[in-house]
């Protein structure tokens, strides 16, 4: 603003004749004020008849005016002059090694305010004014500066690569479109920019889920540590009441107690410590690259998010399991009640007092959540043998294999009256109830409308055709919807897309205590399609359902 002011300034004190500052000004009658050269220079060629006019007014004056030089305008002069100096560009305004400089400047150039992908150029906050002013100019894409606008530029065919090649992965020209990448899959850099950005929306989507959730981690490990100190300090606090009465006897054993409590909470504080410094660190981690894919994603250069996005590293696997749920703590107390039952026998068993507490000090632990498996092999250790019970197969439901496999048909089978059967939906439960780890794959012909991989409490509807029946549409059951072409995941009647490769086979690993399902896409690997992560107040059951006729679904063996 204040370099604008002064060049308004300046022109003020410029003579309209040469435009450049007054030198040696002189004033004509009419007012105006020229170098006494140049109106000099004016007259001598243009006055006509002895007639001599102002080049600004036209007022003529007879006969030529004898003209001196005005003292004050000249001071005003030189003090602009010496104004020019103080308002020249600060050093910080000049472009520096590091700096993307004016093109246009000439001398010592200023640092680019933006670059234009149309011109291929970077201009100065002067130089960029036309750019701004005119209509067509307008029309160029402004970026933030940058020093690598040639590297828009085809060097096969000189034009600007307005293209991407999804074949080659590669920017290109129109020409090239026509020419080399005739026959490829084209579109435009700006359409393929767009589906970048959504993946990287989805990344960071996906990096801030983990943040939230691994922040939710530590306040649990933080929360575990209180109560392990707690509950230690407690048993030592109960422990020495109860060995204070028997002090003669005991006073050597009440401190290798201590001494056996203490070691045991620094273990558990140990562990609980180790775990959540490396959960901190792995928040720092995630958080540097959300912070890397922000500043790709927000960057207006298509060139260098296109170059920059495939080199970016993959995303890195969870080091542990998502979600850490703290079970029901087995504390110390344990050992306070052992040592109250001992208390009156003491003396006659004093010699078996030591091993019983010690078997008792080795079940106190922190009982954090087990890693959940990585590989099929991991996964295979917790397979359960699961059949279906024919007595909650609706009446279009087909068993065989061993009430494995599982078949819709149009004709109704003759099953017998059952409370527990499915009268709406084309459903089937499994016979035993799942309270432990366990994992079980199904494998589908998946058709139009698909197949349903469930789990749900007993008491889920039976009878009627109510939605309250019905995998996922309630607050008993947990669901997971395989068709050709789609995948969602339903609970309480809240479908969720659910992306990734979906094979024909689907595992299903289940840890109750935890509150942990999980579903997978079996294949060479395991693909974790939904997770979910809450408390189960009940036993569940597998579940199965066939929404068409001919679809089948086989729980496997695996063993």
Not at 26 to 52: A, E, L
Not at 202 to 222: A, F, G, H, P, S
Not at 235 to 262: C, G, H, N, P, Y
Not at 509 to 515: C, F, I, K, P
Request: proline share 4%; hydrophobic share 30%.
């Amino acid at each position: 603003m204040a370099q604008r002011e002064f060049q308004l300034e300046q022109k003020r004190f410029c003579c309209s004749i040469c435009l450049d500052p007054l030198k040696d000004p002189v004033t004509t009658g009419c007012g105006h004020s020229y170098c006494m050269s140049c109106i000099n220079t004016h007259w001598d060629k243009g006055g006509v008849r002895g007639s001599y006019s102002c080049p600004q007014c036209r007022q003529t004056f007879k006969p030529r005016p004898v003209l001196e030089k005005n003292a004050m305008l000249a001071d005003l002069v030189e003090e602009l002059k010496k104004t020019a100096l103080q308002a020249a560009p600060a050093d910080h305004c000049y472009a520096g090694p590091e700096d993307v400089a004016c093109d246009v400047c000439t001398g010592r150039k200023l640092k680019a305010l933006k670059s234009c992908f149309v011109c291929l150029a970077s201009y100065c906050e002067k130089h960029l004014q036309p750019h701004l002013q005119s209509a067509p100019l307008k029309r160029h894409k402004l970026v933030e500066p940058s020093e690598k606008l040639q590297g828009n530029i085809c060097s096969r065919h000189n034009e600007v690569m307005k293209m991407f090649c999804r074949t080659d992965q590669q920017c290109i020209c129109y020409l090239c479109c026509v020419g080399e990448h005739k026959d490829h899959d084209t579109v435009s850099a700006a359409a393929e920019r767009t589906e970048w950005q959504r993946e990287l929306g989805l990344r960071r989507q996906t990096i801030q889920q983990r943040i939230q959730n691994t922040e939710k981690d530590v306040k649990l490990l933080q929360q575990e540590e209180e109560a392990v100190n707690g509950s230690a300090d407690k048993a030592v606090k109960d422990s020495e009441e109860i060995f204070t009465e028997l002090i003669r006897v005991l006073v050597k054993r009440s401190s290798d107690v201590k001494q056996q409590i203490r070691s045991q909470q620094d273990t558990e504080v140990c562990r609980v410590r180790e775990l959540q410094e490396r959960l901190e660190q792995e928040i720092t981690e995630l958080k540097r690259k959300d912070h890397e894919l922000k500043q790709l994603s927000e960057t207006e250069d298509h060139y260098k998010l296109l170059h920059n996005y495939p080199s970016l590293s993959p995303l890195s696997g969870s080091t542990h399991s998502s979600s850490i749920r703290i079970r029901p703590l087995r504390n110390f107390e344990d050992m306070t009640a052992a040592v109250s039952q001992v208390r009156g026998r003491l003396q006659d068993i004093l010699s078996e007092t030591e091993t019983e507490i010690l078997q008792i000090m080795s079940r106190v632990e922190v009982l954090l959540p087990q890693p959940e498996p990585e590989t099929r092999a991991d996964f295979l250790r917790y397979s359960q043998e699961i059949t279906l019970d024919p007595n909650t197969a609706n009446i279009h439901v087909l068993l065989s294999e061993g009430n494995r496999k599982v078949t819709f048909i149009c004709e109704e089978q003759s099953y017998s009256d059952h409370p527990d059967r499915f009268a709406g939906y084309y459903q089937v439960l499994s016979r035993r109830s799942l309270t432990e780890r366990c994992y079980w794959e199904v494998e589908m012909e998946v058709g139009v409308r698909g197949i349903d991989v469930a789990v749900t409490y007993k008491n889920i509807s039976r009878a009627g055709g109510s939605k309250e029946c019905v995998f996922g549409y309630n607050d008993k059951s947990w669901s997971l919807y395989c068709g050709r072409n789609s995948c969602y995941f339903y609970y309480n009647s809240i479908d969720t897309p659910v992306s990734g490769p979906v094979s024909s086979r689907v595992g299903v690993y289940l840890d109750h205590s935890a509150g942990v399902l999980s579903f997978y896409s079996v294949s060479d690997t395991m693909t974790l399609l939904h997770r979910v992560q809450t408390t189960f107040t009940q036993p569940l059951y597998a579940g199965v359902r066939v929404n068409y006729d001919g679809a089948t679904a086989e729980i496997c063996k695996l063993k």
